[in-house]
C-alpha cells in the first residue's frame, strides 16, 4: 500500500524532483550541444542556457534537500534545519558525502556554462564546434561526480558492484532521454525542415541504444532489489515501480510515433505542429515519471534495502 507522506519527506521528495530534473537537463542539453546543433549563436546559447540553469536547479535540489535531513531530525520546526551543530555532524555522514559530490558536480557544470556564454557572447561569428568541445568534457567530469555519489545514498550503498553500475547506467540513460526532450521540442522551431528532419532522425537512431541500456540497466536492477516477482504487487516500492513502468511504456509509445511516423512526415508546417504537440505530451507523461521516480526513491524503499 502507498503510505501518506510526511511534511518533511514532502519537501525531500520535491528536492528530489529538482535534482532529477537538474541532472536531466545537465546530460540532454550537453547531448544536444554536441550532436545536434546547427551550429548558430543562438541555439549553442540555448543549449548553454538549458544546462546552466539545470545546474543551478539541480544544485538548489541538493542543498535543501540537506537542510531537509538535518529537519527531520532536529524535529524542532522550520529553523530547525538552520541548526549548525547538526549541519556538522551530517557533513560526516553518507548524506554529507552525498551532498558534497552533487552539489561540486552542478558547481562545475554551473560556473563553466556561465564561463563559456561569456565566451560565445564576445564572439564576431557563430561559435565552432571545437569552442565547447572543452565544455562536453567538463560537464562530463562533473556528472561522474554526481553519478558517483550513489554509492552512499541509501540502500544502493549496499548492493553489488553490477548493481551498482547498473544504477549509474539507468540514471545516464534515464537522464539522457527526459533532458533532451525540451531541447527535442525547441528543434521544432527551427525553419530548416532539412536540418529538423535530419536531426529528429539521428535523435531517433540514437535513441534506440539510450532504451536499450535504460531497459538491460533496469531489469538488472529489479533482480537486485527485489526477491521474488509478488514483491513488485506486494510491496510500496514494488507498486511504485509498477506505476513508473506504466509511464515509461506510454513515453516509449510516444516516441516510437514520433520516429515511425511523425518523424518521416516531416515536409511542412502541420506535420511540424503535429510532432511538437507529440513532444510536449511526452514531456508531460515524462514529468509524472520524475515524480514517481522522486516518490520511490525517497518515501519508500524496496525490501530489505531501507534507508
Known amino acids: 500500500m502507498f503510505m501518506l507522506p510526511t511534511s518533511w519527506e514532502i519537501a525531500s521528495l520535491v528536492c528530489k524532483i529538482l535534482f532529477y530534473f537538474g541532472a536531466a537537463s545537465v546530460v540532454g542539453g550537453s547531448l544536444f550541444l554536441r550532436l545536434y546543433n546547427d551550429g548558430s549563436r543562438f541555439t549553442v546559447k540555448s543549449n548553454i542556457r538549458y544546462i546552466t540553469l539545470g545546474a543551478f536547479i539541480g544544485f538548489q535540489g541538493v542543498l535543501f534537500n540537506y537542510l531537509v535531513q538535518i529537519g527531520l531530525v532536529v524535529d524542532s520546526g522550520f529553523f530547525g534545519m538552520f541548526d549548525w551543530s547538526m549541519a556538522s555532524i551530517f557533513l560526516n555522514t553518507q548524506v554529507g558525502d552525498i551532498t558534497f559530490f552533487r552539489m561540486a558536480g552542478f558547481v562545475i557544470i554551473f560556473f563553466a556554462c556561465l564561463f563559456y556564454s561569456q565566451r560565445i557572447r564576445n564572439l564576431n561569428r557563430p561559435p565552432k564546434q571545437e569552442l565547447y568541445k572543452l565544455l562536453n568534457i567538463i560537464t562530463l567530469f562533473a556528472f561522474l561526480l554526481i553519478i558517483f555519489s550513489f ?25 539522457a532521454w527526459i533532458g533532451s526532450l525540451y531541447p527535442l521540442y525547441k528543434l521544432t522551431f527551427v525553419r530548416d525542415l532539412d536540418f529538423m528532419y535530419r536531426s529528429m532522425k539521428k535523435f531517433g537512431n540514437n535513441a534506440i541504444a539510450i532504451v536499450l541500456v535504460l531497459i538491460i540497466a533496469g531489469v538488472l536492477m529489479c533482480f537486485e532489489l527485489f526477491h521474488s516477482l509478488s514483491e513488485l504487487f506486494t510491496t510500496a516500492y514494488g ?69
Open 239 to 307: 507498486q511504485a515501480l509498477l506505476v513508473k513502468l506504466t509511464f515509461v511504456l506510454m513515453v516509449f509509445a510516444i516516441a516510437a510515433l514520433n520516429k515511425l511516423k511523425l518523424t518521416p512526415d516531416l515536409h511542412n508546417e502541420g506535420a511540424v505542429l503535429t510532432l511538437r504537440n507529440s513532444i510536449r505530451l511526452e514531456s508531460v507523461v515524462a514529468l509524472f515519471i520524475l515524480i514517481v521516480t522522486s516518490y520511490f526513491s525517497t518515501i519508500v524503499g524496496p525490501v530489505d534495502h531501507s534507508m
Open 151 to 175: 554509492r552512499f545514498s541509501g540502500h544502493i550503498s549496499v548492493l553489488s558492484p553490477i548493481a551498482k553500475v547498473a544504477i549509474a547506467l539507468h540514471f545516464f540513460s534515464f537522464a
